[in-house]
């Protein structure tokens, strides 16, 4: 059992990397890491996505971990997916989740076509963990209208090309122009990364 480590978590190199050091995590990650660390991210996006949502449901929380997001959920029905199985374990006592998927991100999502009418994230889209190569299997799992609010920082926005492929699916017809909101990630706490903010993509499917 070890407690969350944030550079340790920019360090993550692919989906083994991710899987093997979330599930040493996920015991102490809501105290060491949600409450030690002031994380108010997914309190944040969380209230992005409820205010902007109509006919948005089931959601999907990809990367959901232990149910940070969807715990602000809860006028919805929210599906979790997370490559690491300790992580859905503890969601799982919380009962926050419809459906608690075990996958990966980077890979075919093994779900029909269209099940979706939201999509949320928070700490997911970040260093060494999911880029925009996630974005066409997302779209093909929800159905037209379907809304997206999806945490990043700038530096993963900027160094992982999330601009120009975003910026391709607007100009395919893919998706609506991309709104962009600021927030912090954490509130409240000591730590060298107190002052990081968050960049959230707000968008929705054609």
Request: proline content about 6%; some cysteine.
């Amino acid at each position: 059992m070890q407690d969350y480590d944030l550079d340790r978590a920019y360090e993550i190199h692919g989906p083994d990397d991710a899987r093997t050091l979330y599930d040493a995590w996920a015991e102490t990650y809501d105290a060491s890491f949600g409450a030690g660390w002031g994380y108010v991210a997914p309190r944040e996006i969380a209230a992005l996505f409820a205010a902007e949502a109509s006919e948005n449901q089931p959601v999907l929380d990809i990367g959901a971990g232990t149910g940070l997001v969807a715990a602000h959920l809860d006028a919805f029905t929210v599906d979790g997916i997370d490559i690491a199985p300790e992580m859905l374990a503890i969601a799982e006592r919380k009962g926050l989740y419809r459906r608690r998927i075990l996958g990966d991100l980077t890979r075919p999502l093994q779900m029909p076509d269209g099940v979706y009418g939201g999509v949320i994230s928070s700490g997911t889209f970040t260093h060494g963990h999911v880029g925009p190569e996630a974005l066409p299997e997302l779209l093909r799992v929800t159905r037209p209208g379907a809304l997206f609010v999806c945490g990043t920082i700038p530096s993963v926005y900027d160094g992982m090309g999330f601009g120009s492929a975003l910026a391709l699916l607007v100009a395919q017809g893919r998706i609506t122009p991309v709104d962009f909101r600021d927030i912090p990630i954490y509130e409240g706490a000591d730590h060298p990364h107190r002052a990081d903010r968050g960049l959230v993509m707000l968008f929705r499917r054609r």
